[in-house]
């Protein structure tokens, strides 16, 4: 498995800046949150590019189907800091959010 690179100091300026460039994720200690609206078959179109997106990352994101919103969930409660890995798949899942809301 692939070493994961922390960022030790969670205030830190690129924690913020990519924050800001990814409007809609949220921090929630050491775990970066976003809720998507989309319908069931978005949903798995979305998981499935997240999976494999994921996978290649060696990251376990948390989704989760709850009243017509898909919520991600990066990071383990446990650990120490988010990861570079986390940021690059929270703007990764943006991309994938735009491709299929654009291709039903």
């Given amino acids: 498995m692939r070493a994961r690179k922390r960022r030790n100091d969670p205030g830190s300026d690129y924690l913020s800046d990519a924050l800001t460039l990814l409007g809609g994720w949220t921090r929630d200690g050491v775990q970066l949150r ?11 179109a ?43 798949l929270a703007a990764r899942i943006e991309d994938f959010y735009r491709t299929v809301l654009d291709h039903p």
């Fill in 34 to 44: 976003r809720d998507l609206a989309c319908d069931d078959s978005q949903h798995a």
């Fill in 46 to 88: 979305l998981t499935e590019r997240i999976k494999v997106a994921a996978d290649t990352l060696a990251i376990r994101p948390m989704i989760r189907r709850v009243d017509g919103h898909t919520q991600i969930c990066l990071g383990d409660r446990d650990g120490e800091a988010i990861t570079d890995g986390e940021v690059t």
